[in-house]
């Protein structure tokens, strides 16, 4: 067993996120054959990601505030602390903070063969289809 050094926390890019969102990686494949991926995400009010995928799923649980959540062509959802979601493989999606809460969650997916191919970033969410 081994004591991780905690790696810094770190401000998303607005070519994937918009307004202010911040990561703290908790866990990361580190042997041969582990494809676990594991963050802590934290989102100010209004902030978002872009429309994106992942090749192998992506589970949400929502620790603190308001998530809303949305897979493309369906009605947005709405999630609190405690709750947990799951975007299957290859499924469109974008999690964000409410309006006017912050709102953290766990990001958990387990990395592609390639793992450049992840994740799938798209485009930006629209101000309009955030608040529809």
Known sequence: MEIIETPPTTKNPPEQFTGDVWLDPIASPREEGQR???AKVRFAPGARTAWHSHARGQTLHVTQGVAWVQSRGQEKVEAR??????????????????????MEHLAMLDMADDPAASTTW?????DEEYLA
Do not use: R
């Open 122 to 126: 798209l485009e930006h969410v629209t």
């Open 81 to 102: 602390a405690g709750q947990t979601l799951y975007c299957p493989p290859d499924e469109e999606h974008w999690h964000g903070a409410s309006p006017d809460s912050f």
């Open 36 to 38: 676990m991926v594991v």
